[in-house]
């Protein structure tokens, strides 16, 4: 079956250290791999994407992410963390080309200490 | 500015009544998407449409209906039948031509059932 797992439900990081978020999936081919942030009340945001080419994607804010083929991994890092990144975070995969919907991960809820 | 319009962003309905989620885009996206948020349980499917007067059941159907009378309007009517209806809600577009997937968000309704 399709799937997306989030490790980590929360993680709190302070205020200028690094971060990384971890994603695996499961999934028959390697899908399209997107990362999305959510403010608390608010839609999703994308972040980046990753369809082909160089594994490693730039987003925005600063974000990057890896793709992994090996270990079905797609892991979003940052290397200076801000304090408005606190938000919940979602790796979500889609098939190629086909037109239906994401499958999400449950979610990182990330907190920043000062 | 183009964009997903939801509204209202909070109702209140008792049980036993239908309520409706109004969805409507301007980003000429053929593909939309209705999806409900739970707490730590990520983003769940309800129904997606990718052309008009077509529509797909998605994982958690069951208790919601949609129609897709126009291209960019996709309501969702949350039923009587939906044992658990608090929720936030959110729909999503995509292009649905050589869809690469990436899903565009509106701002989320948040159901509460008193």
């Known amino acids: 079956a399709q799937s997306v797992t989030q490790p980590d439900i929360h993680i709190t990081v302070s205020e200028g250290a690094s971060l990384e978020l971890r994603c695996n999936y499961s999934?028959?081919?390697?899908?399209?791999l997107f990362w999305y942030v959510q403010s608390p009340g608010q839609g999703l945001q994308l972040l980046l994407k990753y369809f082909s080419g160089d594994t490693l994607v730039q987003g925005i804010k600063g974000f990057e992410a890896e793709f992994k083929r090996s270990q079905s991994s797609f892991n979003l890092r940052k290397p200076s963390v801000h304090w408005s990144d606190a938000a919940e975070y979602f790796c979500a995969v889609g098939p190629r080309g086909a037109g239906t919907a994401l499958i999400f991960g449950k979610g990182t809820t990330l907190s920043v200490s000062s | 500015d183009g964009g997903i319009t939801q509204s209202p962003k909070y109702l209140f309905r008792k049980e036993g009544q239908n309520v409706t989620l109004s969805c409507e885009q301007n980003?000429?996206?053929?593909?939309m998407y209705w999806y409900r948020q739970d707490p730590g349980q990520g983003l769940r499917l309800i129904y997606y449409s990718q052309i008009v007067n077509d529509f797909q059941k998605g994982d958690i159907a069951e208790g919601y209906s949609v129609s897709r009378e126009k291209k960019e309007s996709f309501p969702l009517t949350v039923t009587s039948a939906q044992k658990n209806p608090t929720a936030f809600y959110l729909c999503?577009?995509?292009?649905?031509?050589?869809?690469?997937?990436?899903?565009?968000f509106g701002e989320g309704s948040r159901l509460t059932v008193l």
């Open positions: 980003l000429n996206h053929d593909a």
């Open positions: 999934y028959g081919a390697t899908p399209y």
């Open positions: 999503a577009s995509s292009t649905g031509q050589k869809n690469t997937g990436e899903l565009f």
